[in-house]
C-alpha cells in the first residue's frame, strides 16, 4: 500500500487482533472492515466485508501467516492452525474434483509426514471427524502439520496447504523473519500469480478501487487478464471462461488497448505526411 494512503480510505479499529499475527483491521464506511497483514513497509490486503463478514473470515483463519520459499514466491497460508468451526458455504459454481488427497502430495512430502499406508481414502468431501481419525492413527510428532495440510488440500486451497509444509519442511521461512525487501519479492514472475502490487497502480487506478463502486472494482484486472488484454496477437481470438470470469471486463479494456494503439499510429503516419 503507498504510504500516507491508508488514513484517506479508513482508520483502524481501537482493537487489536490476537487470531492473526501483524493484522491489522480498518473501518471503512457503511459499516465494512478491511483486515490486512502488515509486515515493514508492506501491506497485505486480505479480506473486505462487513463486521460480522470480518469477524467469521478470522475466525477462520486462526494462524494465517506469510511466507516465503526458496524461490521467492510468497504464499498466504490460510488458517495454518486448524480450529473447530463450520464450514463455508462452497460458491454454486465451484466443482470440487473426485480426488483423493494424498494424490497432491509428493513422496517427498508423504514420507516427511508419515502417512501410514493403509489409511482410508480421504477426498474434497471428508468431513473434519473422518480427517481427525486419519490424524490420530499416523505419528504423533507430525499430527498437527499432517491436520492442517489435509484441512487445507479438503477444502481446495492446495497453496495452503503447499505452503505448511514448505514451512514445516524448512523449505520456507516466515516472511516476517525474511532479511531481503519485501516489496522487490512481490515484482517477481513466481508472485504474479497470487499477488498484485499496488504500487504499480496510478493514482487514477488506486481512487478508482478504494473510492470507487462495485461497477469499478470489475473494472480492474487481475494480472492474467491484464496479459490477454493488452498482448499482440498474429490473428482473431476467442476468449472463453464460466459465467463472472471477467470476459466483459477483458473486452472492454482491449478495446480501448486497441483504439488508443491504433489512434497514435494514424497521428503518427499524418505526422509523417
Known sequence: MPPGKSAQYGRLTRNGEPRIKNCFKYDL????????????????????????????????????????????????????????RAPLPTPPDKVLPETFLLSYLTSEELEFLKIVPSIPPLSHFSSDDEILAVVEANPKDTAN???????????????????VLDLAMGRATPLESFQGEIANEIKKNVNRDNLINLRDLSETEYNQILKGSLSD???????????????????????????????????????????EKHRKNECLACIGE
Not at 502439520?145 to 505452503?163: M, Q, T, Y
Open 29 to 84: 464506511t457503511g459499516g465494512h472492515r478491511l483486515v490486512t497483514v502488515q509486515i515493514r513497509d508492506t501491506a497485505f490486503l486480505l479480506f473486505v466485508g462487513t463486521h460480522a463478514e470480518a469477524d467469521r473470515w478470522l475466525e477462520n483463519n486462526h494462524g494465517l501467516e506469510p511466507v516465503i520459499n526458496k524461490d521467492g514466491k510468497i504464499t498466504i497460508i490460510e488458517g495454518k492452525d486448524f480450529v473447530p
Open 217 to 259: 472494482w470489475m473494472l480492474y484486472l487481475h494480472p492474467d487478464q491484464w496479459t490477454v488484454a493488452f498482448d499482440d496477437y498474429e490473428g482473431p481470438v476467442r476468449l472463453q471462461g464460466v459465467a463472472g470470469s471477467g470476459k466483459t471486463s477483458v473486452l472492454l479494456h482491449r478495446a480501448k488497448h486497441l483504439a
Open 145 to 163: 502439520v499432517l491436520l492442517d495440510v489435509l484441512i487445507h488440500l479438503r477444502d481446495d486451497r492446495k497453496e495452503s496447504a503447499k505452503g
